[in-house]
Structures are given as structure tokens and as C-alpha cells.
């Protein structure tokens, strides 16, 4: 029998990256593919003891729950945020299954059918994704390292009228930017100039190395008018449980949340009550603190081996923080090519070109190095380094 | 500032039970009104021992995981579904976040703006909330007891070429139903010859409380080509889980499964893998057996005291199953007044207009039996029959 799908159904794509995840999995293969934590790393006791808690203190936690997310868990996200300056009352936040969730919940109540979202180029795959399934129209804006360029962006807020800009400003996905403070106050001006709703993504700020301070979020510079701030507990606790949340104007926000009714009536109460266990009872900012210095030590180890590599034509920013190291090839490499060859030798990446909105970059691929151990790392750097060398080699005798 | 919000959030509507849940939490009210079961029922102990042999059982479990759901749990679900002849491959079964998820991701991929659902009259609420977001037109088809009527269904089927028929076969919400099984198989007939796809929704099917079989499922009548069916843990193991499942075409679960990813990435895997432990540990159609007992029991207790109020003006179904009484009263009872009353009498409910899709019925009501203790049901029942009495002495006297 034939289907009749949506129109959507054309717009959607899978996951470039959880395609090759499910390659990758399979035998002896090296992966820097992934965006994933290392489960070694899991703090697995204190989160057992934490689902012991909440299974155990009262039934009332494994009933039907509120939308927009268990209270004590709300309080607690505002007092965590309000140390990072992002000053919210719990009534303008909502829990979501993964911060995936409250990306696509946004889209949900913002977007018709060819509206305009101003994103930068490269950003966040999946981003993407969803953005296309909600048949916007998605426009790169020219960004450097420090972020978007003003020029270029006020003129494509003042041309296309867009409904939204997305921005990933701390350790960026995959380009592993930092916006500079000079760059998130001018993005902030002209939102607001204009009135163009801002949505900070930021799953990696707590995954830092600098010892010095990274620039305050863009929504602890706003009254809480025009930013939406969204993170998530996938990155520094596991990722199994699911639980993002997302903080903006209550009128957003409460319409995100009837429509969180409507999608899957509310997050996992169960985790969300270990949740509150395991702040309450643990040292999570110890946890992220040695995460950082674990993630740091094998940032170093994967930046070595790149080294022997680096060439004019082969660069890379070393990143202050995040899970990644974004990769610039010589011009005539194709990475989604040297990714086979890469998968065959027993390592793997992703290519670049996927995460760009246009003018797709083949010679680009980001590399993960969080999941891996050190060992591994290095290991797979070699395997990776020998393949560019070969590549080149091939290259050169053409 | 004002907010450009998508068109689709004018047919979003908060639901109506939910708000009532708001208001009817505080104080000494007794509920009737949610679709919950009962908190104290839960088998907290087998759940605590899944819950920590899932969490020390190996730390892939706290990874990212597949967004189709883990592999075992599928498997578990077509062991369970094949027992029900239902006879399905895991590759065809999409775990959900909840079957509310089900309903919205098939939405999803299968609606554009003005496509038309066919549904019973009344139906389940948070479905038609669902279908109205993505701007489908419901129509209602006319049924009696036993279903949807046949000359009605083929006539709607040919004049409004629908793109498909929902519907709640078993121990319905909020009718109590159970379809016969010669309109079953009427309906999958007619869907067959018609090409019409058929959305089962299945939470209440194994709450039943006949000794005798109840009818086969409209999925196990088919060859997986036209029918998708969902159904629910929250009904039989906790709510607060959030885990359903839907199986169908492989070509429609798969276009569900690219839109889950963008949606949520996957559902919460921690409580997925807890699930298997629980099935493999735990006599879970045992604990279900005693589920029926108990609530068959509290229907009783409701039933006695319905009885005391029965007349040719007020009636309902004596339900084989599932969770509620749907009670026609006179038909110069607004139940939504009526509620104000009740509740300020300590007694709440479900006024029955918000569950129809046309013709909205305001002297019905919809009182769930699962929730409270048979000592409850008796006070609270006692407080709505004498707030009954009272509003028919009342419109005696005008």
C-alpha cells in the first residue's frame, strides 16, 4: 500500500552523525564521530542512590506529573542559573525531554512555513533538522571566530525579517567558537533594535578549560524579553535520562508548554525527581569540575597527534571548551570520501558538510574527543593521521 | 514585546483535564476527574530492583541510545503483542515517550492542513487536541455501543476521502466501550478497500474485567499493512515512566522514527532498560491480574452508589474495563456548571463537552474509578449524588 505523508516528511532528514553512529558501532572502529560524554565517567553510584530516592520517597513521583516540569527541580535550575548571572522566577522554565526537545517545542510555536531563521554557518546538525522539518527558510550570517559579523547580520535582519536567530556562542557545535563579549552585546542590540526573538543554545558551557571566565550567556544580559536559553544534563550527568530544560519570556514559555501537553504530556518524572536527589545530595560542580580536567587532558592528547598533520592547508582553533575540534582540510580533500577509507583503517569522524546551512564545506570534519579514552585517542589519531597522509600522498601522484 | 507565534498555536488547546487537575489537587477534593491509576498500587519494589539493575548494569545503558528504542525492549514488546496476536517483527515497533507521543509523531508525518480524521464521538480528548494542532479536519462517524456504524463510516470513507480512522476500540475514553467484533472487522474491511490508514489506541485494553475474552484487537486482524497500534506502560506500571510503543507499516515507522529524532533523539533509556529487567523479573501479568481485581472492585463501589441516582434521564454503560463511567444526565444538566458545585462540595469530574469532536453534549460527564480508594469513591459519590439530587430539586423549582 501507498502513504500519504505530510508535505513536512520531504523536509525531514536523518541524522548525518546517528546514521554513522549506527556503522560505527560495529567492530574495531575508533570513534570521534559522536558528540558523547564517556560513560566511564558517569558518576553511576550517586545516580544510583539518587533513583533509589526517588523511587522510594512517596508514589506520588512515579504518577502523572505537571508539563511543565516537577517544581523543586525548576527552583533548582533557577538557582543554578542565577549563579551563571541568568536571573529567572522557576514559572518561566520548562523541563524537556533533552534540550533536542525544547529546540523542537520552539520551532513548534514559532514557525510557518517559510519563516526566516538567521543561524550561524556551520552550527548545530540537528538544529537544522528541525528547523527544516518546520519548512523555515535557514540563512548563514558571516561570522569569524569571535561570532557574527554585525554588519552582515543587520543587514539580513533588516532585508529577510527573520522570526529568529540561533546561535551555539560557547564552545560552539561543531566549530567549538567562543563569541567574544563585544559580539554577544552587538547581537543582543540588534535583536532587540528589531525585535528578533534570540535562541542561545548552550549544552557545552559547562565543559570550560579556560581558568579564566568565558563570557557571560547572552540571555544574563537580557530582562528576560527576548532570549531563549536552553542547556541540558546530557553533557555533565548522562545523557540516558533526557532532561534539558529551557528558560524565556513567560508568555513563550507557557505556550511551549501546552504544546509539551499535546507531545508527550510531560518529562520523566522519575528522572526528574533524581534529579533534585542528585543535586541535592551530590557534588555535581565537583563532578563537572573534573570532567572538565578529564576532557582537557585528552583535548592536549588529540591536539598532538594534529600537530604532525597542521599544515597552511590543514588548520584548526585549539577550543577552550566543548567536545570538539573542528577540522579545516586542504581544499581538494572530500572528507564524506576519506571518511570510508577512515572507517576501513578503524577510525571515524564526521564530515563538515552536513552542519553547514550553505555553501557546504567538504574539506571540513569534526572531530570528537570526550568519548574516547586517552589511549584511544591515540590510536586513532595515528590511523586518522596515516589516512590524511596517505590521502595526500594519493592526491599529489594524481 | 509582542510575539509572532505559528499559526498552528491557534489550534492548540490546553486540556481540559489537566486544568482540572490543577485546581482539584489542593484541598480536600475528591478527584474523579483524571484517567490516573492508583499511586498505591505501584509495585515500587520491583521497580526500585529494574531501576538499579539497569543503572549497575553496565554503563552503555546511560549512553545516548537508539531513537527506534532498545532493541530488547522491542523485542519483549513483540513477544508481549504476539501473545495478543498481534504478530509483529521489533524492526516495526517505535518506543515512545508515552502513546501520547505516538499519536503526535504519526500526526506528525501523516497530516498536512486541512486532511480529515475520522474518530468516534465522544473520543479521547488529548488525540483530537493532537490532530487539531496540525490543522486536520475531525469529523465524527456515527456509532452506537458496538462501534462506528457501517453506512455511515463507508459514506464518510467515500465522500471526505479521510487519511484516517482513530479510534479506541477497547474499554474506550471516555465512553467505557468495547467495540463488537463484527464492526472490527467491518472497519478493516472498509479501511482496506478504501485504503485508509487506522490509528488503534489501545491504553486500557489490559484492564479487563470480563472473565470472558474480549474481542481481538483490529491490529491482530491485519497483516501490518493499514493498521497502527499503540499502546501504554502507564496504565499497568507507572505513568511517570513515560514509555509506550506504536507498531505498524515499516515504511511509516521508520518516517516516525527520523521525526522522533528530531523531536527528542530517543526516549529516556534508563527507564527503557528498567522496563526489560521488570518484564524479565518481575510477574508482571500478575500484577496486572490484581490490578483488574482491585479496579473491578472500585467500579462496583461506583456503580452502587450510580445506582441511587439512575433514572430514565441519567444513564451509562456498565464498563468491561479500563478506567471510567461516562454518564448521560438529564439533558437540562450543564455539567460544566454543575462542576463548580462539586467541587466546592469536595467532588471532581470530567465534564464530558470537551471530549466531542462535534455536537458537544453538555449533560455528560466522565468520573474515573481507578484513582481513589473504594472508601473515597463511596464519600466522594455520596457528596456528588446529594449535589445531583440537589440540581434536579433545583430545576424542578424554577
Same sequence: chains 1, 2.
Avoid at 549506527?22 to 559522536?34: P, T
Avoid at 522566577?89 to 519563516?115: C, E, K, W, Y
Avoid at 541535592?280 to 583535548?299: A, C, K, P, V, W
Wanted: proline fraction near 5%.
Amino acid at each position: 500500500m501507498k502513504y500519504g505523508f505530510s508535505h513536512r516528511v520531504r523536509y525531514m532528514k536523518s541524522s548525518a552523525v546517528r546514521d554513522i553512529l549506527k556503522v560505527v558501532n560495529k567492530g574495531d572502529v575508533i570513534s570521534f564521530a559522536g558528540g558523547m560524554p564517556d560513560e566511564n565517567l558517569f558518576p553511576v553510584d550517586a545516580i544510583q542512590g539518587a533513583f533509589n530516592k526517588a523511587i522510594t520517597s512517596g508514589n506520588k513521583a512515579l504518577q502523572y506529573g505537571e508539563t511543565e516540569g516537577v517544581f523543586e527541580l525548576r527552583e533548582q535550575l533557577a538557582d543554578r542559573m542565577a549563579k551563571k548571572g541568568i536571573n529567572r522566577h522557576p514559572d518561566n522554565i520548562l523541563v524537556t525531554s533533552g534540550s533536542q526537545q525544547a529546540i523542537d517545542l520552539f520551532a513548534r510555536v514559532m514557525f510557518n512555513p517559510g519563516d526566516i531563521v538567521l543561524t550561524e554557518n556551520p552550527t548545530y546538525l540537528a538544529a537544522i533538522q528541525v528547523f527544516e522539518s518546520y519548512e523555515t527558510n535557514i540563512v548563514a550570517v558571516d561570522s569569524d571566530d569571535d561570532g557574527m559579523i554585525e554588519e552582515d547580520l543587520e543587514e539580513k535582519i533588516v532585508r529577510l525579517k527573520p522570526k529568529c536567530i540561533y546561535v551555539v556562542p560557547t564552545y560552539s557545535n561543531p566549530g567549538g567558537k567562543v563569541w567574544s563579549l563585544e559580539r554577544r552585546k552587538t547581537l543582543l542590540a540588534l535583536a532587540k533594535k528589531y525585535h528578533v526573538v534570540i535562541f542561545e543554545d548552550d549544552p557545552y558551557g559547562d565543559i570550560k578549560f579556560d581558568k579564566a571566565s568565558s563570557p557571560p550567556s547572552i540571555a544574563s544580559m537580557d530582562d528576560n524579553k527576548i532570549v531563549l536559553y536552553t542547556s541540558t544534563f546530557s553533557k555533565t550527568v548522562v545523557p540516558a535520562m533526557r532532561i534539558g530544560w529551557i528558560v524565556g519570556p513567560h508568555q513563550i514559555i507557557r505556550i511551549m508548554a501546552q504544546a509539551k501537553q499535546a507531545t508527550d504530556l510531560h518529562t520523566n518524572s522519575i528522572s526528574q525527581h533524581a534529579l533534585i536527589h542528585l543535586i541535592n545530595d551530590f557534588d555535581l560542580d565537583g563532578h563537572i569540575q573534573s570532567l572538565r580536567n578529564t576532557y582537557l587532558e585528552r583535548m592536549h592528547v588529540m591536539k598532538d597527534l594534529l600537530e604532525q598533520v597542521k599544515s597552511d592547508d590543514l588548520s584548526y582553533i585549539v577550543p577552550k571548551g566543548g567536545m570538539f575540534f573542528w577540522v579545516n582540510m586542504p581544499k581538494f580533500v572530500n572528507t564524506g570520501e576519506l571518511l570510508k577509507t577512515a572507517v576501513d583503517e578503524g577510525v571515524a569522524f564526521v564530515p563538515g558538510a552536513p552542519f553547514y546551512v550553505s555553501n557546504p564545506q567538504q574539506n571540513t570534519m569534526r572531530l570528537n574527543f570526550t568519548n574516547a579514552s586517552p589511549e584511544q585517542i591515540k590510536i586513532g589519531m595515528e590511523r586518522l593521521v596515516s589516512v590524511i597522509n596517505a590521502n595526500q600522498y594519493e592526491s599529489v601522484m594524481q
